[in-house]
Nanobody
């Protein structure tokens, strides 16, 4: 099992920045990718950013960003023996970035999800 704990959401004005964090613990040795997804009201959950942790990514081994966030958001992963932490630095935020952001960890065909953190960008 993998446990994911997110933090860092909140309310920010358009043009501002936020950093989301997600700590993964448990059976992390076999996680091969981590990322962030988001879901806005009335919309489907969508990929924001994803990167491999050192093994092969389920999407082919490279870091992926949604077109809508390229150049504004940056995903990074910090690893130690006990946990992996994935960060999402969000700059130049727009009202359309408002959503619940979910951390995800992938272990082969298995996906683990965080509880979600609300990001609200006011105009």
């Amino acid at each position: 099992q993998v446990q994911l704990v997110e933090s860092g959401g909140g309310l920010v004005q358009a043009g501002g920045s936020l950093r989301l964090s997600c700590a993964a613990s448990g059976s992390i040795f076999s996680i091969n990718a981590m990322g962030w997804y988001r879901q806005a009201p009335g919309k489907q959950r969508e990929l924001v950013a994803e990167m491999p942790t050192g093994g092969r990514s389920i999407r082919g081994g490279s870091t992926n960003y949604a077109d809508s966030v390229k150049g504004r958001f940056t995903i990074t992963i910090a690893r130690d023996n006990a946990k992996n932490t994935v960060y999402l630095q969000m700059n130049s935020l727009k009202p359309e970035d408002t959503a619940v952001y979910y951390c995800a960890a992938f272990r082969g065909p298995e996906a683990y999800w965080g509880q979600g953190t609300q990001v609200t960008v006011s105009s």
